[in-house]
């Protein structure tokens, strides 16, 4: 499963609660969740 088949699949099925995600596919998507994440703090004052 590539990053982006990971993103759409996570993002269409983040309200179900049926079956259960692939290994790779739980991964990419705790990858973009990190990504997407504002970074408050880095270089503030």
Do not use: D
Not at 20 to 41: Q, V
Request: proline share 2%; net charge positive; aromatic share 16%.
């Amino acid at each position: 499963m590539s990053f982006s088949e990971a993103v759409k699949r996570g993002l269409t099925q983040t309200c179900s609660s049926e079956g259960r995600a692939f290994r790779a596919e739980y991964w990419w998507f705790s990858l973009f969740s990190i990504i997407r994440r504002p970074r408050r703090g880095i270089g503030a004052k």
